[in-house]
């Protein structure tokens, strides 16, 4: 088992430590600024790592409009036979060698990665070296603190006050963003459905009290700073959502059409044709987690 | 203890259940799983690992049955229409 996880280890502290080291200059070495940074830095590399997938999926979710005359003939076709619905619709995707599903991989992918940051802060809270995380780094990370919590506690594994008060935060923090993420995506990122709309209500109401319960259940036993990884991950998460039904939204959800009227508007005022809408979507780089850019025009002479 | 990990991804089914997309496949990863455990065992644990694997961004997915000649849509609708014959016979 260690051998499959002593590389991840040494990526993991690699990367936080060669972090740390770029930014002990500003924020001091011993600073909870500079290793609450460092394990967020980890983070944005992975989320980094990871963009191409993401870019990838919403493709083919766009490659999805040109199947969807095909699709409606199958629901009606199959209307009666759910399985027969769903075998039909897989071999379509795979006709086309298309698929609006996301596979579970990025989520997979993470978990090793989580798991070694876990063992490499408990080893910070329990003086165990991992990885590249050891000597005076060792020694430095342990009185790392973040908000005032040690980076190494955990809400269960500690008295102090401090360190409850900022996992809970943190806890309620990553409740909120998956919820705002997933509410998101619904209200606004998905083609309109008929019907379904009330057990998408209903879906929404068990995960508003399902996640802080998950999150509560496992975040009591995370140290600090997996807890600001987790987080951080959220935040991103909800950044890449955002940027993305904001700019560049699914054909025939809410705000796709908010989009296309705001274009038309500007348009009209900038007496200009309407632009397509999917003209920049595979040309614009995903800056993620960034403002609203304004929207650049050329203007007509 | 198959009843057991049927349980633990039962679990995860409802868990997730309201996490907008699924699997690539059909049936999904968790409910291909499930037939997989409770038809094989330890041996359809291996089979429930390997599609998982297999469930990549670059993989198309599609209609992967732990058995074709069991599961699919078409055998189980001969079967009822079977069924419903020997109903209407009695």
Sequence with gaps: ?301 | MRKIAIALMRAYQIATSNLAPRCKYYPSCSNYAITAVGRYGAKGLAMAAWRIVRCNPWSTGGVDYVDENLDSADIKNLLSVDEKEAVGTN
Aim: glycine residues 6%; contains cysteine.
């Design chain 1, 1 to 301: 088992m260690s051998t499959i996880l002593n590389p991840l280890y040494n990526i993991v502290s690699g990367v936080i430590v060669f972090i740390h080291k770029l930014l002990a200059p500003i924020f001091g070495a011993n600073s909870g600024v500079t290793w609450s940074l460092s394990i967020m830095g980890l983070v944005v590399l992975i989320r980094i790592i990871l963009i191409p997938l993401f870019v990838k999926q919403i493709k083919s979710q766009r490659a999805l409009t040109a199947l969807q005359p095909h699709m409606k003939e199958i629901q009606k076709k199959y209307k009666d036979d759910r399985q027969k619905q769903s075998e039909e619709m897989m071999k379509l995707y795979k006709e086309h060698k298309t698929n609006p599903l996301a596979s579970c991989f990025p989520v997979l992918a993470q978990a090793p990665i989580f798991f070694a940051l876990f063992t490499v802060l408990n080893g910070i809270a329990h003086n165990k070296p991992h990885g590249f995380l050891k000597g005076e780094y060792l020694v430095s990370a342990a009185q790392a603190k973040f908000f005032g919590a040690p980076i190494s506690e955990t809400f269960l594994g500690s008295d102090k006050i401090t360190v409850k008060i900022v996992t809970v935060l943190l806890i309620a923090f990553m409740s909120g963003t998956t919820f705002t993420t997933q509410r998101q995506l619904m209200v606004k990122g998905m083609p309109k459905m008929d019907s379904s709309n009330n057990m998408m209500l209903q879906q929404q109401k068990i995960m508003l009290y399902l996640f802080p319960l998950i999150f509560a259940i496992s975040g009591v036993n995370f140290p600090v700073g997996v807890l600001i990884y987790w987080s951080t991950t959220n935040l991103w998460t909800w950044g890449q959502q955002f940027y993305v039904i904001k700019r560049n939204p699914t054909p025939g959800s809410p705000a796709y059409e908010e989009l296309q009227k705001k274009r038309a508007h500007k348009a009209k005022t900038e007496g200009k044709g309407v632009e397509g809408i999917d003209q920049d979507v595979a040309t614009e780089p995903e800056v993620l987690g960034q403002r609203q850019q304004p929207k650049k025009k050329k203007k007509k002479k």
